[in-house]
């Protein structure tokens, strides 16, 4: 069994036993609930073997099947960063965020998010020190922004996010690309759908309805941790994933990266 396996058990177990929700008998796993009382599918990892990838950019999950990587980037509100932390441990969900590392919320939440990165529950990614139009630098002042961010992913949680990054605004180009590439990061991540929650007059039926219009097998679906919204339905989320008989995971969880 790999060091990731092994972490993600044990991880697993510890969450079922502080839960309450473990069976001696049977699975171990933490379970969680949607809005009606249903089960969540349990936190494993989707079986082997994982499809190998090369450098480019990435907007779905390749091949078909069953599987939706959720992504949630920026992290200015330390609220919903927390609240993202605790859909992750109560229902085992697994996804990636994608850091600015400027915003506090990631240091403000360590202590309970570092055991789910170490364990592959939630994976990181890079998404610039503090947000800017990468296009719109120099190739320095980029190498500044991604390196900075990396730096701040090692010494804080003890992984870089390599080779995936995040471009802010989506916006990227050949030199942004190379330059990312050079510090390590050779896959720029897009996403198929968002979740429509940039918005400042975002509700919960706006986000549901995105939810359910991009819920699907292989989509790599935007969220933000920019505002309360997303904490406050993840019930009603893990709803259509179950309805769906789909499989949440991280990017690391279904690829293999190139080297």
Do not use: C
């Amino acid at each position: 069994m790999d060091r990731r396996r092994l972490l993600t058990l044990l991880a697993a177990g510890t969450a079922a036993t502080l839960l309450g929700n473990g069976d001696a008998h049977g699975d171990p796993f933490p379970f969680g609930t949607g809005s009606d009382g249903g089960l969540l599918p349990p936190s494993v990892l989707p079986p082997d073997p994982r499809t190998p990838i090369g450098p480019g950019t990435l907007t779905s999950l390749p091949g078909d099947g069953n599987h939706l990587a959720l992504t949630i980037d920026d992290g200015a509100s330390s609220q919903t960063v927390g609240a993202l932390i605790d859909f992750a441990r109560n229902t085992g969900t697994r996804f990636t965020f994608f850091v600015t590392a400027y915003y506090p919320s990631w240091t403000d939440h360590l202590g309970s998010l570092r055991p789910l990165v170490d364990s592959g529950q939630i994976q990181l990614g890079n998404h610039s020190w503090d947000h800017p139009d990468l296009t719109r630098l120099p190739a320095g002042a980029v190498a500044d922004q991604i390196d900075r961010a990396k730096a701040f992913l090692w010494n804080t949680f003890g992984t870089d996010g390599t080779p995936y990054y995040r471009p802010p605004y989506g916006r990227h180009n050949a030199m942004v690309d190379q330059v990312a590439a050079d510090s390590g990061y050779s896959v720029p991540v897009m996403w198929t759908g968002d979740l429509n929650d940039v918005s400042t007059v975002i509700n919960e039926g706006m986000l549901l309805d995105a939810a359910r219009r991009w819920f699907n097998g292989q989509a790599i679906v935007l969220g933000h941790a920019n505002r309360p919204t997303i904490g406050t339905i993840y019930g009603q989320l893990t709803d259509i994933v179950r309805e769906r008989n789909l499989t949440m995971v991280t990017l690391n969880d279904v690829l293999i990266p190139p080297r």
